[in-house]
């Protein structure tokens, strides 16, 4: 992992000072190209703080309301205080290990970003953010499903994959997308006995097409695809070190399918804790030990992976932001726009994308909230057509841009 | 879902309008003409299934004695069932009736000092746990109500108390790991969801509003009027303030609906009103109390209701009252019953007729739920087999269908079992608490722990959880196979096992490992019948309620 320090020694030659950098920042990305590339989508549930972990600095409106919680400005060689990003944003210090990722154009972050919906909703505004229709709730299959329906179809169990206990609703939708919380244990354990595997089998190959029976067949496709892969054998590479938290797991087991070839094209992983209405802690304390295994998590992964992340792109998101103003437990409530990063092979990266809308009160969405000025559909629009070669009508249905492209991949 | 090889297809017709639909767990019970009825013992099936955590060995044939309605007018008065047998497994479960304070001294904080020490190396981790062993530690609490859950569905003879506690419960979700709750979620189950689980709603709205695992879990017990200094302790001389959290999930989730019809500055004022409903000595009594300091004492305004200034407590109370009397939370706690009875798409001409039972009775839970079991949707050949069960339900309902028992210490391991399925108890970080629709439970990795879980009760792989196979194919055909599985699954499945299910185990008859001979040669071998067991307790019928 590299520190701060590190980082602000080693000052521009980060990129050659860091030995582990990966070549794939080096290359050419064919976007376009569809075969082997992989999203990974992760998400912050629970309404990530966008404000904490791409601090505002530059912003004369940040630090008078946020008394307690608000970051420390970005202070020359000092490891605990917020990294600068580009002199107006800086990145939580808990987030260090991807700083290196930052200076080599790896990673890019969208800020005042979310849904054209208000609601303050966790679980309204995560379906919405999943299916990808904000407002309509009838939406039965998720935008990341159908980013993969469209693509053209291939013999493999592994295009869509999360890693958690259920499949979620970004994935849900008729692609045959597998859901398990662990490689290792993903197969039927009858020790010596072969019988059980082939008559468990048996009894979901016949019968009627529900959703039982449908995953059932999946399941057992993938168990032998898994097992005759090896994937949940293959080590961590290039001295990565996950931490060892749900979404450190995760992607360590998303890293294992992308170097086990057995076709992925869509991973999803989830990790909790970011509702912090109490105490939610500036350079240190609650958030800051959220932020800790986010940023290391990502980092190893990024490492782990090594050239493959050329084709690799890995966007974070959460359903809304907090509010603006600290309330009174030292924490933030519900609010509106927050912050997303996109990480990997093509992106366009070292940069703070979107429209910056204010912190003054008469800037605020209703008074209290960071104002949207990104809509999520077209960062997520903009990161399936460029990466996955999808159109993106069918992803958003309804939705027409309003604003030039990003841009934020090649 | 769709096979591989017809995906591509499907794909480019269904994508637009979402393929799910034509995947979902069932047909919703959603029929213009009247559906055919569920009748004689596929209806005691039925209810059973609906009811309990599932029939065991003569459970069918005790309620087609009793006669149907009679046994549901039993189980809707609970308090009328002796259940002395299962309170004797819970004894040894000290936790379950320890009051809060007597809990927060029992189970003491990590000394901050060991911490530290461990942390620098001071300390090995083996004298850590010496000197701060894991019975000590508050996680032993939720541990022993785990087991205690497990416990109850598995023997409990007031079968559908259970499963109301279990709906109520994940209704008013708290997350046992969230700070001081740890040390408030049995009390909390214990004094405010099981009393009234079979009472009426509001009490249900009061109980959990007032308790301390409630107010810290949604932060209610930190929220004050905005000018308010805090007097003492840590942080003393600080400014608090609102906290909505309590007062969002209150309507959205608790009572209104998230389509009930409230806006943001609705939860604003519900939150003022709520302020100074907070904890008495959070880390050593952990009571209910107000305190008029936080209160603010300003007029409010809920859902167009004025509640005047000066109300003082009652403010929250009166919120309560209006949420309570609200057609939206009639409909969605209609809605709530009907999805766990009898549909996760449950038919609309029901939930009205439960909403109106809720208006008439004030919220009187038998009543809603006689509603249901009275209405033709709940006995509708749609409705049979239509829900999937939960990881949970399944778990129980697997030990029930063995004809199995389970202690304490077995409870400690089927709970294990339910989060490996995907459903730790009492471990939902959010406040909606689990779902109860099948399409979050079913996805390959949890398909597999169910057939792993059944594969290592039927072969007696959890300590202290015995079930009794033998007994089910007793009196079969020694010598014949087959009869001994028609056993199985008239035990199990009710013999309701489709015909593919049926062809596929009989063909497992056929391979040598199931068919080898018991060594008196009297029929298959016990560890054959148990996989044979596994196999149905795995199959797709089995997964279904």
Known sequence: MITRRTFVKAGGCALVAYAGAPRFLFRTAHAAEASGKVLVAVFQRGAVDGLSMVTPHGDPGYAGVRPTIGLQPPGRGESERAVDLDGFFALHPALAPLVPLWSNRALAVVHACGSPDTTRSHFDAQDYMETGTPGEKATADGWLARAVGTRPAKSTPFRAVAIGPALPRALRGGIGAISMQSLERFDVRAGADSTARAGFESLYEQGVRDLLHGTGRETFDAVKMLRSAGAARIAPANGAEYPRVPLGEALRQIAQLVKADVGLEVAFADMQGWDTHVGQGAERGQLALRFRDFGAALAAFAQDLGDKMSDVVVLTMSEFGRTVAENGNRGTDHGHATAMLVLGGGVRGGRVYGQWPGLAHHQLFEGRDLAVTTDFRALFAEVATRHLGVPAAPLFPGFRPTQPPLNILA | MISQVVAGAALALGLLNGCSASTSPAAPAVALAP???????????????????????????????????????????????????????????????????????????????????????????????????????????????????????????????????????????????????????????????????????????????????????????????????????????????????????????????????????????????????????????????????????????????????????????????????????????????????????????????????????????????????????????????????????????AVRALGGTTDAQGGMALARASAEIGEPLYQAQPPTGYADRGEVWVNAGALLARMNFALGLASGRYPHVSVEIPALVAGAEPSAPAAVLNRLLTAIVADQAGPETRAVLAAQLGEPQITRMSPDDRGPANTDVAKLAALVIGSPEFQRR
């Not at chain 2, 996680?139 to 409990?156: C, D």
């Not at chain 2, 279990?166 to 189950?189: I, T």
């Not at chain 2, 998230?258 to 519900?270: L, P």
């Open chain 2, 35 to 397: 559906a055919p009825r569920v009748t004689g013992d596929r209806q005691i099936v039925h209810v059973l299934n609906r009811l309990t955590y599932g029939p065991r060995p003569g459970d069918l044939e005790r309620v087609r004695t009793m006669g149907v309605s009679a046994w549901i007018d039993r189980q809707l008065r609970p308090q009328t069932i002796d259940d002395s047998a299962t309170e004797r497994a819970l004894a040894e479960l000290t936790t379950l009736r320890m009051p809060i304070a007597e809990a927060l001294r029992e189970f003491p904080r990590p000394d901050p000092k060991l911490q530290a020490q461990v942390a620098s190396g001071e300390m090995s981790r083996q004298e850590m746990l010496e000197r701060y062993p894991l019975e000590k530690r508050p996680a032993r609490i939720a541990t022993e109500l785990q087991a205690a859950k497990a416990v109850r569905a598995v023997t409990s003879e007031r079968q559908l108390e259970e499963i109301m506690v279990d709906l109520w419960f994940n209704h008013f979700n708290v997350f046992a790991g969230k700070g001081d709750v740890r040390w408030y979620v049995s009390a909390y189950e214990r004094e405010a969801i099981r009393p009234y689980a079979m009472g009426r709603f509001p009490d249900l709205v009061r109980a959990t509003a007032h308790h301390p695992a409630m107010l810290f879990y949604l932060d209610n017990w930190l929220s004050a009027r905005p000018d308010f200094i805090v007097p003492a302790g840590p942080n003393r001389g600080r400014r608090a303030g609102l906290n909505e959290n309590y007062a969002r999930e209150l309507m959205e989730l608790h009572t209104l609906g998230v389509d009930g019809g409230y806006t943001q500055r609705d939860v604003t004022e519900v939150a003022r009103a709520f302020t100074g409903w907070t904890i008495d000595r959070p880390q050593t009594d952990g009571r209910f109390v107000f305190r008029p300091g936080m209160h603010d004492t300003g007029e409010k305004i809920v859902l167009g209701r004025r509640i005047p200034a000066g109300g003082g407590r009652d403010d929250g109370e009166r919120v309560i009252e209006i949420l309570t009397h609200h057609p939206a939370t009639a409909r969605f706690i209609a809605t709530k019953l009907a999805r766990r009875f009898v549909a996760d798409t449950p038919p609309p001409a029901l939930v009205t007729k439960v909403a109106d039972t809720y208006t008439s009775t004030d919220g009187d839970i038998p009543a809603m739920l006689r509603t249901i079991f009275e209405s033709p949707e709940f006995y509708s050949a749609d409705a049979y087999g239509a829900k999937i069960k939960k990881p949970f339900e399944f778990v129980a309902s």
